[in-house]
């Protein structure tokens, strides 16, 4: 097991390195760069573009940027820096005088530390998994206990829905139902310390991992209940209770285990239009900004750490799947 | 003594069929008829092309004409909305801030969606079908080549690549190509083919070794023969339950990167026949939200039937094509 973690681990380098090289021949690809502005304001003059250009190791060959950024480069004193691997992140382009990885997980002056931008992405994402489980689990169980009932039914509807329709169309239809239509919350909220404020963007993330894992529950229910063991178990007079707790949900929830890993991953990267869409102030709304401004170390930064989330959480289902269901064999 | 030919033939006519054979195909289709969801999927997605091809006939107006004094109208049935104005009949969904009726443009937003939803899939065919075919017929060395490559992109988060691919090469020549569309066909195309490599490349594996196979080999087909008349007809019917499911996947990227303001560039040449998409549509309604609600839900609505009738569609497939597969995901 150990051998296979470090392995998988390893094998996260290639991943990381292929992701970050794309993005970064990308981005250079892309005409015009950091300093550019608007057209129709001032533009920063050549002279300046030069300077800054040197501070900032742009006038560097692109390989050496690129090792600069990663794994780090000597200063013009011959002092080394560490790159990404140390954590640090780059001086962010466009927010001057501030590095990337203070934007991101920086918090603001007397405030708790989940009021960093990676601390509100975070508790969106975690938000919309809870409401996924809390919702999604029992749906499936339920649906599947009663099944071809008429709760089967609805929550079958309803989990159609929510698999087949994207996350942000759902959110147009909420946020045209319930704050233009019946005004209940603004359509952008200036504030996001009222906890009613976080109610929909939460929904409208987690509505797609709700119906997903209601369905995979309800299946897997279906296949558990079919086993022999759970006749065995009825068969020497167990409360059926005892039987749909111990003997079936604790069989029928491996599958839905599992894949809630990556599917806090998805929820975290795949925020960045719901945090577009409500102004929501995480990292996929830096994410999205960074690109059109062209501020190269942030969007390096924030690739990487998605890379990163998304290997993780890939890394994390096959390793549990190990732990919560011994017949499989990690090889 | 009887011959084993002719034994055979004997027991070949004991055991003649009592009904007309059918084919896989035609089996898989009276299941699918049967599937009242998938019907009215089908139905759906048929309306939806006959709009796509149809859009200059069945469109009231022309997309991009501005009608001067008749713009932010709200549809046809509201009397009065938030800017004071009642529906007009000659502008059954309304027009937008600058006088463009909406229908209109929806009708021709079809079209992008539906060529969206197919270029970019069978692209991908292509590129998965012969990586996957190589990678499960050719040895091992190719076969670990190709399949780390598939892992590295597997791995890769793709609305984020689409989003830097999209935005960093928009201002160049590529992007400029049909309305940016080409460039939209690129990006979804690169990343996707993984899974469809991944798939025929386990049917293969899983066919090769078959006595089909070993037969077709003994009486001396070569292996582009084996390949393209034994194994690939057999991987077709998850293919096609594939696709059923990654056409919505790309419209619904389409509509996400229109509606951040990435994707299709909206025409302003009439002569063009990309005029506007749903998701261009989207971005634009959704500054007017407060206003003219109507101009992002038409469009929603739109993405959400298209989407959620593909879905009908992969899943009646699904069943269809594989009965033991009933029931379950």
């Known amino acids: 097991m150990g051998k296979y973690i470090i392995r998988r681990l390893l094998w996260m380098i290639p991943v990381l390195f292929t992701i970050t090289v794309v993005t970064f021949l990308f981005m250079h690809a892309a005409p015009g760069g950091p300093w550019d502005r608007d057209p129709g304001r001032r533009q920063v003059d050549p002279a300046t573009q030069e300077m800054l250009n040197h501070r900032y190791g742009l006038d560097k060959p692109m390989w050496r940027q690129y090792v600069a950024y990663i794994i780090g480069d000597f200063d013009d004193d011959g002092s080394f820096v560490c790159g990404a691997i140390c954590g640090n992140l780059g001086p962010s382009y466009r927010q001057r005088g501030r590095t990337v990885q203070d934007i991101l997980f920086g918090i603001p002056e007397g405030q708790p530390f989940w009021n960093s931008r990676m601390g509100y992405s975070a508790r969106l994402g975690v938000l919309a998994l809870a409401l996924a489980v809390i919702v999604g689990i029992p749906a499936g169980i339920i649906a599947a206990l009663r099944q071809n009932t008429w709760i089967d039914y609805t929550s079958a509807v309803i989990a159609n829905i929510g698999v087949s329709v994207p996350?942000?169309?759902?959110?147009?239809?909420?946020?045209?139902?319930?704050?233009?239509?019946?005004?209940?919350?603004?359509?952008?909220?200036?504030?996001?310390?009222?906890?009613?404020?976080?109610?929909?963007?939460?929904?409208?993330?987690?509505?797609?991992?709700?119906?997903?894992?209601?369905?995979?529950?309800?299946?897997?229910?279906?296949?558990?209940?079919?086993?022999?063991?759970?006749?065995?178990?009825?068969?020497?007079?167990?409360?059926?209770?005892?039987?749909?707790?111990?003997?079936?949900?604790?069989?029928?929830?491996?599958?839905?285990?599992?894949?809630?890993?990556?599917?806090?991953?998805?929820?975290?990267?795949?925020?960045?239009?719901?945090?577009?869409?409500?102004?929501?102030?995480?990292?996929?709304?830096?994410?999205?900004?960074?690109?059109?401004?062209?501020?190269y170390s942030m969007i390096m930064g924030t690739t990487l750490i998605y890379g990163v989330l998304i290997a993780v959480a890939n890394l994390a289902v096959d390793i549990s799947y190990g732990f919560l269901d011994p017949r499989i064999k990690v090889e | 003594m009887a011959t084993v030919s002719e034994s055979a033939t004997r027991s070949a006519e004991i055991m003649v069929l009592s009904r007309p054979s059918r084919s896989l195909w035609g089996d898989a289709w009276s299941r699918l008829i049967r599937n009242k969801a998938a019907v009215v999927g089908m139905v759906v997605i048929a309306i939806f092309i006959v709009v796509a091809l149809f859009a200059p006939l069945l469109a009231p107006h022309d997309p991009l004409q501005i009608y001067d004094g008749k713009a932010t109208l709200p549809p046809v049935w509201v009397e009065k909305s938030v800017t004071g104005k009642a529906g007009d009949s000659e502008f059954l969904l309304g027009t937008d801030s600058i006088g463009r009726d909406l229908l209109s443009r929806i009708i021709y937003g079809a079209r992008v969606s539906m060529i969206v939803g197919l270029t970019p899939v069978l692209i991908i065919l292509v590129i998965g079908v012969v990586i996957?075919?190589?990678?499960?017929?050719?040895?091992?060395?190719?076969?670990?080549?190709?399949?780390?490559?598939?892992?590295?992109?597997?791995?890769?988060?793709?609305?984020?690549?689409?989003?830097i691919m999209m935005i960093s090469l928009r201002d160049t020549v590529l992007g400029k190509l049909m309305n940016g569309l080409f460039l939209l066909f690129i990006a979804l195309a690169v990343v996707s083919w993984v899974g469809v490599a991944r798939l025929v490349r386990g049917q293969v594996l899983s066919l090769k070794n078959k006595e089909f196979v070993e037969a077709a080999r003994c009486i001396g087909s070569s292996d582009t023969r084996i390949m393209s008349r034994h194994i690939l007809p057999n991987c077709l019917s998850p293919l096609v339950v594939w696709m059923a499911f990654a056409i919505p996947r790309m419209i619904i990227v389409e509509a996400v990167l229109g509606y951040l303001g990435i994707g299709l560039r909206p025409a302003t040449d009439s002569a063009a026949i990309f005029v506007t998409s749903w998701g261009v549509l989207l971005s634009e309604g959704n500054t007017t939200i407060n206003s003219q609600p109507w101009i992002l839900l038409a469009p929603a609505i739109c993405v959400a039937l298209v989407v959620m009738a593909f879905t009908f569609v992969g899943d009646g497939l699904r069943d269809a094509l594989d009965p033991r597969m009933r029931g379950t995901m």
């Open chain 2, 132 to 163: 996957g075919l190589m990678s499960g017929y050719s040895g091992p060395r190719v076969d670990n080549l190709l399949m780390r490559l598939t892992d590295v992109i597997y791995a890769f988060p793709d609305l984020l690549f689409y989003i």
């Open chain 1, 167 to 295: 996350n942000f169309v759902m959110g147009i239809f909420l946020i045209i139902i319930f704050a233009v239509a019946l005004k209940l919350v603004p359509v952008v909220p200036l504030s996001w310390n009222s906890p009613k404020m976080w109610v929909i963007p939460a929904l409208v993330l987690g509505f797609g991992t709700m119906a997903f894992t209601a369905r995979l529950t309800r299946s897997s229910m279906l296949e558990v209940m079919r086993q022999d063991y759970v006749r065995t178990a009825r068969a020497k007079g167990l409360a059926e209770r005892a039987v749909i707790i111990r003997h079936m949900l604790r069989n029928a929830l491996i599958p839905v285990v599992t894949v809630l890993g990556p599917a806090l991953a998805g929820l975290l990267v795949g925020s960045f239009i719901i945090e577009r869409m409500f102004s929501f102030p995480g990292i996929g709304q830096e994410f999205v900004q960074s690109i059109s401004n062209r501020d």
